[in-house]
């Protein structure tokens, strides 16, 4: 039998069988599917999203009611002085937060996979599971792990930097305002490195053999063949670590609260979005808590967020497609 007709006999039996199955059987296979998905997803995403943009466009009064005041509270958060000095630093820390994940965090990941990558590296599995094995950590560890390291009276970093003749360069790097927020950023960088590594390093499995193997025959050496062949054949990959890494330090909270706690000092030096808002909806030592313009700092996270992502789909994205095709 040939393969044009077996392909006319399934697709016959294929369309008959759809045929077969009515329009309320069908949706109720839907529903029962792709139903308790989509409620879980509702309850605990969609809806607590709506509620705090909804919330953030109300003010509360001495009684504890609510009263509608339209776009108000961001306003207040933007022009106000006492909160927008607040968000503003804030908001550059988290810039200052994802540049240095994407310049030191996603080209150490690509060049760990590049690595990992190489035909005769020998325990590479042992490389692998070393690097990604900070990553499934809890932050609370790292964050206190690190704060004992890096401590100027019993750390063992001053020590491990005299070993080598550097002690000159050691400081008390959490404890000044200037070097505060790039040695969290560190840590972090530290912890979470072999998440693009691993998508990077399945990126790079994926790519045929033969493409490796005519560039080596044309003369290219292993780091010609990755810069010329292979690393344009993944950078969908890496537009993707990008995003999710914008997306994750834009949500961080937990490496800075666990190592600094809500006033994220000194002097609000590594104060990030995630910190300003649960020192605002939760309040601290400093100020009592302000639920509505807490939800007011969650929307301009949220709006931020999906900023980035939109430049990210029709700027960077596009041109990707356009070039694939």
């Known amino acids: 039998m040939s393969d044009a007709v ?26 029962f599917f792709i139903g308790p998905a989509a409620a879980v997803y509702t309850l ?27 776009l108000g509270n961001f306003v207040t958060l933007l022009t106000d002085a006492t909160w927008s000095a607040p968000f503003w630093n804030a908001l550059r ?32 599995s042992t490389y692998r599971t070393l690097i990604f094995m900070p990553t499934m950590l809890s932050v609370v560890i790292i964050g206190f792990s690190w704060q004992l390291i890096l401590n100027p009276l019993w750390g063992i970093a001053s020590g491990f930097l005299k070993f080598f003749g550097l002690g000159f360069l050691f400081g008390p790097w959490l404890g000044q305002e200037g070097t505060a927020l790039a040695t969290l950023s560190l840590i972090s960088v530290w912890q979470f490195v072999g998440i693009p590594m691993i998508l990077i390093y399945a990126a790079l499995l994926a790519i045929p053999q033969e493409l490796s193997d005519a560039a080596t025959v044309d003369g290219l050496n292993q780091f010609q063949v990755f810069f010329h062949v292979k690393l344009p054949l993944v950078m969908p990959t890496i537009g993707l670590v990008s995003v999710l890494t914008f997306v994750n330090n834009f949500n961080a909270f937990d490496l800075i609260y666990t190592v600094k706690g809500a006033l994220a000092g000194p002097n609000f030096a590594s104060d990030i979005m995630g910190t300003l808002f649960y020192r605002t909806f939760f309040g601290n030592q400093l100020q009592v808590g302000n639920p509505t ?26 041109r990707m497609q356009r070039y694939s095709f």
Not at 9 to 29: E, I
Not at 112 to 120: E, G, Q, Y
């Open 93 to 124: 820390n988290n810039f200052i937060f994802f540049a240095i994940h994407m310049c030191v965090q996603n080209p150490i990941g690509i060049g760990l996979a590049a690595l990992l990558s190489l035909p005769r590296l020998r325990l590479r």
């Open 44 to 70: 605990f995403s969609v809806y607590p999203l709506i509620a705090t943009i909804l919330y953030s466009t109300a003010t509360t009064d001495e009684t504890g009611a609510s009263h509608f005041i339209g």
């Open 293 to 318: 313009m807490g939800a007011t700092i969650a929307t301009m996270m949220f709006l931020v967020i999906l900023a980035g992502l939109l430049i990210y789909l029709f700027a960077v994205q596009r």
């Open 6 to 31: 077996i392909s006319t006999d399934f697709s016959a039996s294929k369309s008959s069988g759809l045929s077969g199955t009515s329009r309320g059987a069908y949706l109720r296979l839907l529903v």
